[in-house]
């Protein structure tokens, strides 16, 4: 059974740094594609960061410069570190694991809160 569990989320203020991670388990994480989405209420889902499985980084526009992914696949871990935060970067972020091998694997976690507000 794949699981992929977040932690780290929060309620900051504007400026603050939160760092979210998400474990992954029941998966081969070395061979995974990473990523982190956000949603916002009333928005869809977006991207955030990904990261595949030879360490290539994707940011969306806006959290370059600001937010940086990484991954520690000895600890099947995938890392957000999330700075100069907004009050535009509220939302529940998701931890996905993806690839393609014949067949799509594509799986999400169950999200973490992240609030910044004044």
């Known amino acids: 059974q794949v699981q992929l569990v977040e932690s780290g989320g929060g309620s900051v203020q504007p400026g603050e740094t939160l760092r979210l991670s998400c474990v992954a388990s029941g998966i081969f994480f070395s061979n995974y594609n990473m990523g982190w989405y956000r949603q916002a209420p009333g928005k869809e889902r977006e991207m955030v960061a990904t990261?595949?499985?030879?360490?290539?980084?994707i940011y969306a526009d806006s959290v370059k410069g600001r937010f940086t992914i990484s991954r520690d696949n000895t600890k099947n871990t995938v890392y957000l570190q999330m700075n100069s935060l907004k009050p535009e970067d509220t939302a529940v972020y998701y931890c996905?694991?993806?690839?393609?091998?014949?067949?799509?694997?594509?799986?999400w976690g169950q999200g973490t809160q992240v609030t910044v507000s004044s």
């Open positions: 996905n694991a993806n690839r393609y091998d014949g067949v799509r694997r594509n799986y």
């Open positions: 990261i595949t499985s030879s360490n290539n980084k």
